[in-house]
């Protein structure tokens, strides 16, 4: 997981939910989830926005590359917790993927992982607010496997974020599509360097600060001793 800087609410987010955000506090309790499912019509916009001007195209907890098609708005801490102030928090959206089991076993394609996973499970204390948490990262280790796992940072707070999340799920693949990535990251770094005849150390570090490639935080982790080294 990266830290997700959330920007300047934009303009059409704040004119499109003023009515929504008064309309909610005035209807009956089983109600208030309609006013965001069938009363707020610009999720896609909202979505694309996100996605391109604060999470680079990556889901905000597994960082798989999405689009606004197989993503969906996530409520950080469940809007269920307090409709009328967490619903149209912008500070409290990001972008998930949606999630999707794609083995061929599951055609349900179940929602494995991620927002969708997560639920209305949540715990303030113990959950790793990727919004909030600046260096969300050190409290992660990645395996050239694949596999995340807890820092001596706060394993407590690491496992729990982990497991409510699913983010080392078996059954959407999410190892395998990781080492796929650092395999595909080598291989594009070496491509780059034979043609220009640039450092691969440099190469690398250039396309890491960039962080818009998939499951950029386990790729840093596999390039730390680049990233640290001093120029």
């Known amino acids: 997981m990266k830290y997700i800087k959330k920007e300047t609410i934009p303009t059409f987010f704040i004119e499109e ?19 965001w499912e069938d009363d707020y019509k610009n999720k896609i916009k909202l979505r694309k926005y996100i996605l391109e001007h604060e999470q680079n195209n990556l889901c905000g907890y597994c960082e798989k590359i999405v689009d606004i098609n197989n993503c969906h708005l996530e409520h950080l801490e469940p809007k269920s917790n307090d409709y009328d102030n967490l619903t149209f928090d912008y500070h409290n959206i990001i972008v998930s993927c949606n999630g999707i089991c794609q083995s061929s076993n599951n055609p349900n394609k179940e929602q494995q992982t991620c927002g969708h996973k997560k639920g209305k499970k949540f715990d303030i204390e113990l959950f790793l607010n990727p919004t909030k948490v600046y ?7 990645y395996t050239k496997n694949g596999n995340i796992g807890a820092s001596n940072k706060s394993e407590i707070k690491s496992k729990y ?31 780059i360097s034979k043609e220009t005849k640039k450092d691969i150390s440099e190469i690398a570090k250039r396309l890491l600060n960039k962080e818009n490639l998939a499951f950029i935080s386990f790729l840093r982790f596999q390039y730390k001793n680049i990233l640290t080294e001093k120029n």
């Open 17 to 35: 939910t003023k009515e929504l955000k008064e309309k909610i506090k005035r209807v009956d309790k089983n109600q208030k989830k309609l006013v």
């Open 135 to 141: 260096d969300i990262r050190e409290y992660f280790i």
């Open 161 to 191: 974020t982990l497991n409510i999340l699913d983010l080392n799920s078996i059954k959407t693949g999410l190892p395998e599509d990781r080492t796929v990535a650092l395999k595909n990251f080598k291989i594009k770094i070496m491509k």
